[in-house]
């Protein structure tokens, strides 16, 4: 079965990259179709990998691709994925599921999320100007159509979580099939030698992720947190963290090597996740290294997280809420055995043999 991949853009380096990562292993000579491509911003993981990009594959619009949302949908559509596949699977929160394929060739789509900017505009809230977002308003329309449309393309479709399965049939009108995203027991499991002396945050910084919720919630508390990530708000945060003078707040660019974050998740008495989360991969990596997560009561964090055994849920997104549930964490105490036993449902494994099971390999 010849056999290529499609995914939104390669333009940093995130959950939904690692599950195009696990989909390469699987399907060792699948080229992967992508409209954008950052070698530096990805650490050349895909290097030798990617066949084809878009017309907007240019240096300025890999470092801000937001502002052109509305021309991904063409960019997608302009996209031909070459003769000769039998199977192509696309990996997408947007786009990725609407390039052009011949009308024979069979159509899998692992989806992380609905584009979230067309039905969810809060999420375009602190990554572009309030200007840009009066005009991007003018054509959520078009691009809600055009999701829609592009939801319908697929064969198959796969949910990255029940939340997501949830949204694709509230959008799209269509069942799914929930496959989690995969994680690496192997690399990530408890280090049980490890002293847990501070809490913990990581991820792509984003607003819609409450970085900033966080931020504020520690320097109230005082106890020593350690944020790793990149992305948009880093500047924001650092400044931020700076003028509140928060010395018991350490913030650490996005760590490429696994075993160092590994050991970042495994040194930590809790994992702090107060967003809402298609999934939530660095939850159930922090869960996978015994390390329990005390999250917001909402989207995949549900799914990961079960009060008590392996975390602490809190149910109102504001820093009273926060600080209180990392009180009531003070109460419990977990054995990092059995928490990281709960993440088994999540493991590599587990997301090959269900793909390959879907696939009929």
């Known amino acids: 079965m010849k056999v290529a ?3 939104d853009y390669l333009n940093q380096y995130g959950g939904a990259e690692r599950v195009l990562e696990t989909l390469m292993e699987i399907f060792p000579d699948a080229p992967v179709y992508t409209l954008l491509y950052d070698r530096q911003k990805t650490f050349g993981r895909f290097d030798g990998r990617v ?5 907007l594959d240019l240096d300025f619009v890999r470092k801000n691709h937001r502002l052109f949302i509305p021309l991904m949908p063409l960019a997608a559509q302009m996209m031909l994925v ?5 199977l192509i699977i696309s990996s997408s929160a947007g786009y990725a599921k609407g390039i052009s394929l011949k009308s024979n060739v ?3 789509s692992y989806c992380h999320t609905p584009l979230r900017y067309a039905w969810e505009e809060e999420y375009l809230t602190g990554v572009i100007s309030n200007f840009q977002l009066s005009i991007f308003k003018s054509i959520l ?3 809600r159509n055009w999701d829609f449309r592009a939801g319908q393309k697929p064969d198959i479709l796969i949910a990255n979580s029940r939340f997501i399965a949830d949204k694709i049939k509230k959008y799209y009108g269509r069942d799914s099939t929930v496959i989690y995203p995969p994680v690496d ?3 990530f499991n408890p280090e049980l030698t490890n002293p847990k002396s501070y809490f913990m945050a990581a991820g792509r910084l984003m607003h819609y992720k409450r970085f900033d919720l966080i931020v504020k919630s520690f320097n109230a508390l005082r106890l020593p947190l350690k944020i790793v990530g990149s992305g948009p708000e880093f500047e924001r945060l650092e400044s931020r963290i700076k003028n509140l003078k928060s010395r018991n707040i350490e913030i650490i660019p996005f760590i490429k090597n696994t075993n160092e974050l590994r050991e970042l998740y495994c040194g930590a008495k809790a994992f702090i996740f107060p967003q809402v989360e298609d999934f939530g991969l660095v939850a159930a990596e922090a869960i996978a290294c015994g390390t329990p997560v005390i999250a917001y009561n909402a989207g995949g964090a549900k799914e990961i997280v ?7 849920l809190f149910n109102e997104q504001t820093e009273n809420s926060l600080k209180n549930a990392v009180q009531e964490f003070s109460k419990y105490k977990f054995d990092p055995v059995k928490v990281a036993a709960s993440a088994k449902k999540f493991s590599k494994e587990e997301f090959i043999r269900k793909i390959k099971t879907l696939v009929k390999l």
């Open 5 to 7: 991949l499609t995914h």
């Open 51 to 55: 066949k084809k990009t878009s017309f």
């Open 82 to 86: 070459d003769d000769g596949y039998d």
């Open 106 to 108: 069979k159509h899998i």
């Open 141 to 143: 329309n078009y691009l």
């Open 185 to 187: 027991l192997k690399v």
């Open 306 to 312: 079960a009060h008590g055994e392996n975390g602490i």
